[in-house]
């Protein structure tokens, strides 16, 4: 006899977070984000999230993530 154990059921694949409803109160929040996550952010921009989504993530105004993006070009020059 073989005191083998049923192997548990695998669980469900998640489904796929949706991105964040950028609605007109997320380009009205006041929120400042802490200088510590600004690369953070250009990171998440670089490797493909909308600065909407990032706004959305911070609950910050989509403005204050734009200044934290800056312009690309000029970034590169320096």
């Not at 993530?57 to 312009?71: D, F, K, M, P, Q």
């Amino acid at each position: 006899m073989s005191s083998k154990a049923e192997p548990e059921p695998r669980p469900e694949p998640a489904a796929a977070v949706a991105a964040p409803e950028i609605s007109q109160a997320t380009t009205e929040r006041a929120a400042t984000i802490p200088g510590s996550e600004h690369r953070r952010i250009r990171t998440l921009v670089t490797y493909g999230m909308t600065p909407e989504q990032v706004a959305g993530l911070y609950e910050a105004s989509l403005n204050e993530v734009r200044r934290i993006i800056g312009n690309r070009e000029a970034r590169k020059k320096a």
